[in-house]
């Protein structure tokens, strides 16, 4: 590789994984090219990148960046799997490969700019996605209004009931006084004044 082919490729990897906010640095010793392939269709499936890299030059291309902190990583067959976005999804998508392809190990990642150990990995992967944390957010934020509905809608039922309970009452008091008023006697008509004589 001559001076400027090493150039480009340090500038390409230095746009890359040296602005990315989360990388998963890895070994891939013994991985089948069919295996890759599907490798690199889930990374992309979480709007990701994965790339195999040449170490000197990606440590060139990293020094600006946290992942610095991770240079011992980079030794022996190396990749980088990074974005800018989701690194929950990003992890739950390389441990589930690395758990059915054995050749996939990790020497260690960078989460939102934090370095993380490749024992923590894992830990990572359980989280629950973004998309899962804002839907679970959006429930907790409706669930108070949601319970404020529901009470001002049983009042207003309530009060109905108490109204139609009234006119029910009303209705049957003035049927009631009606028959009794039908019922009673009379007046006597006053008796004639006696004639004088």
């Known amino acids: 590789m001559n001076r400027e082919d090493k150039a480009a490729a340090i500038s390409e990897l230095g746009e890359g994984i040296g ?30 990148t994965y790339v195999v890299v040449k170490n ?12 610095t902190a991770l240079k011992g990583a980079f030794s022996g067959p190396t990749a980088v799997a990074y974005n800018t976005t989701d690194a929950v999804a990003l992890a739950k998508a390389l441990t589930k490969f690395a758990k059915d392809v054995p050749a996939i190990t990790f020497k260690g990642a960078m989460l939102n700019g934090q370095i993380v150990a490749a024992d923590q990995i894992q830990a990572i992967a359980n989280l629950p996605s973004r998309n899962e944390l804002i839907s679970k957010l959006l429930y907790v934020l409706q669930s108070p209004m949601r319970g404020l509905a529901t009470v001002l809608a049983a009042n207003i039922r309530n009060l109905a009931v108490v109204i139609d309970q009234i006119a029910k009452q009303k209705g ?5 006084a009606a028959p009794e008023a039908s019922e009673a006697p009379a007046p006597e008509a006053p008796a004639a004044p006696e004639a004088t004589a």
């Open 172 to 176: 049957e008091g003035a049927a009631t």
């Open 19 to 48: 602005k990315a906010t989360n990388a998963f640095v890895m070994s891939f010793k013994g991985i089948t090219v069919p295996q890759v392939t599907e490798l690199r269709r889930q990374v992309r499936d979480t709007s990701s």
């Open 56 to 67: 000197t030059l990606a440590l060139i291309a990293v020094k600006d960046s946290p992942l």
